[in-house]
C-alpha cells in the first residue's frame, strides 16, 4: 500500500530586477512553507541570485523594492539559484501560491539561458496567482475588479491593517497569506478549482475540447472577462477562440501561466446582469467563428528554431550533463550561438574560464552594460525627480541606485 503524499503550500513572491516582458532577472524569491493546514512549517527565507554580468537593472524596480543595488552580486550563481528553488520549491508535493505568475515566470527565461528546458513552474503540483483570482471574484461579485494591482493596496482594502515598508521582502509574504485566507472564506469552490493539479488541467481541458464545452478566463491586461472556445492542446499550449464581449479572436493561452480556465457555466445569469456580458450571445458568436490556421510558436520552440545544425546537436548533447562547469561551443556553431554558452559560462563558471576568454567575457558586458546607461539614467532622473526627499531611507537608496552602473 502506497503512502499518501503530503502537501505542502509554498508562498512565494518573486523580486524582479526587471520588467519581465522583456530580457530580465531575479535578484531573489521570498518565501516561507505551510502544511495542509496553513501552519507555517519553517522560517520566512530569501533565496537570491547574483543575476547577469551583462544587464544592468531598472532603477525603478530597485527603488519600487528597496532593494540595496550593492547586494545583488552576493547571491548565487543562476544555475545554483534554480537548483535550490527546484529542491525546495518546485516539486510535486507542493503548491506555489504566489501574487503574480508574471513576475514568477522571469524563472522560464532563467531556464532558457542555463541550457534548462523552461518547465520550472509545472514542476509544481500547482501554481496560484492570486491576485487573479482574486480579480475574476471581484468581478463576478460586484461587476469591477479593484483599481489596483498592488499587495499591499489589496490587502488594505480586505482589512490588513499593519504597516510593511517595501524593503521587508520577507514580512510581505503575510499580506499574501492573508489575502489566500480571505479568498478561502469569502469564494472557497473558485479558489479549490484553481489549485488542481497541472496534470488535472491537462486531462480536464482534453475532455472539455472532446465536448466542445466553453471557458471563461481573466485576463490581466485588460481587466476584463474572455469566454474561450477551446480548439486544441498544443505541447504546453491551448489554442483557442476568445469573445470578449465585441469581438472574437483567436489568442494562444500558456498552461503554464496557470489561468483559471473554469467552466463558462459560472457565468450565471444573475453574473452575466452583473458583469454585463451574455454567455448565449458569447457561445453564439464563438461557434460562428472561423478557425484560424495559425499557430504561434511558444519561447521555447522559437528559441529552437533559432539554433542552426551544429547548435542544436551541441544544446541537446549539454542539456542532458550533470557537471556543466566546462561546457564550450563548438567551432562550427554559430556566432550567436558561441555568445549564448559563453554567457551561461561567465556568469555560472566564470572562475573556470581561460585568461583570455575571461577578457573577452568581460570585454562584451562592459558594451552591454554602457549601452543600456541611457534607459538606467532617464530612469533615475524620473525617479529622483518624485521622490520625496523628506524620506531619508528613499533618498539613501536612490543615491546608491545612482552610483551602481559606475562602481561595475
Known amino acids: 500500500m502506497q503512502t499518501a503524499i503530503k502537501r505542502k503550500y509554498a508562498f512565494v513572491l518573486p523580486l524582479p530586477l526587471n520588467n519581465p516582458a522583456s530580457k ?56 545554483q539559484f534554480l537548483d535550490i528553488l527546484s529542491e525546495k520549491i518546485f516539486n510535486q508535493e507542493t503548491t506555489v501560491i504566489t501574487w503574480s505568475i508574471r513576475n514568477l515566470k522571469v524563472l522560464e527565461q532563467i531556464c532558457l539561458r542555463n541550457f534548462r528546458k523552461p518547465d520550472i513552474l509545472k514542476k509544481a503540483y500547482c501554481v496560484c496567482d492570486v491576485n487573479r483570482v482574486l480579480k475574476l471574484h471581484e468581478i463576478l461579485e460586484g461587476g469591477i475588479p479593484f483599481y489596483s494591482d498592488g499587495l499591499s493596496a489589496c490587502a488594505a482594502k480586505y482589512g490588513y491593517q499593519d504597516k510593511i515598508s517595501k524593503s521587508e521582502h520577507t514580512k510581505r509574504l503575510d499580506l499574501l497569506i492573508y489575502l489566500f485566507r480571505y479568498l478561502s472564506q469569502v469564494n472557497g469552490p473558485l479558489l479549490r ?86 454567455l448565449r450571445d458569447a457561445v453564439t458568436a464563438l461557434k460562428e467563428a472561423s478557425v484560424p490556421q495559425n499557430k504561434e510558436k511558444g519561447a521555447y520552440q522559437t528559441f529552437l528554431g533559432t539554433l542552426s545544425e551544429a547548435d542544436s546537436v551541441h544544446y541537446q548533447n549539454s542539456l542532458k550533463l550533470k557537471n556543466r562547469a566546462f ?82
Open 193 to 278: 478549482f484553481v489549485l488542481r493539479s497541472y496534470q488535472d488541467r491537462i486531462d480536464s481541458l482534453s475532455n472539455i475540447i472532446a465536448a466542445e464545452k466553453y471557458l471563461l478566463e481573466y485576463d490581466s491586461l485588460s481587466r476584463s472577462i474572455e469566454i474561450i472556445r477551446p480548439l486544441s492542446l498544443r505541447e504546453d499550449t491551448l489554442e483557442a477562440l476568445y469573445y470578449d464581449g465585441n469581438d472574437v479572436l483567436p489568442k494562444s493561452y500558456e498552461l503554464t501561466d496557470f489561468g483559471i480556465l473554469s467552466p463558462a457555466t459560472v457565468l450565471t445569469p444573475q453574473r452575466e446582469n452583473i458583469v454585463n456580458l451574455s
Open 327 to 408: 561546457i564550450r561551443a563548438d567551432n562550427n556553431c554559430s556566432e550567436s550561438y558561441r555568445l549564448y554558452v559563453a554567457l551561461f559560462a561567465g556568469n555560472n563558471y566564470r572562475e573556470n574560464l581561460s585568461d583570455s576568454e575571461l577578457q573577452k567575457y568581460y570585454r562584451y558586458c562592459s558594451v552591454q552594460i554602457q549601452s543600456q546607461l541611457k534607459q538606467y539614467i532617464r530612469e533615475l532622473e524620473n525617479l529622483m525627480a518624485t521622490a520625496d526627499e523628506n524620506k531619508t531611507e528613499d533618498v539613501s537608496l536612490i543615491r546608491k541606485i545612482q552610483s551602481y552602473p559606475m562602481e561595475l
Open 24 to 79: 530580465a532577472a531575479l535578484y531573489g524569491i521570498a518565501y516561507v512553507l505551510a502544511d495542509e493546514n496553513l501552519n507555517l512549517t519553517g522560517e520566512r527565507e530569501i533565496i537570491t541570485s547574483r543575476g547577469l554580468d551583462n544587464l544592468l537593472p531598472s532603477p525603478n524596480y530597485l527603488f519600487s523594492q528597496g532593494i540595496d543595488p550593492f547586494t545583488i552580486k552576493n547571491g548565487l550563481s543562476e544555475e
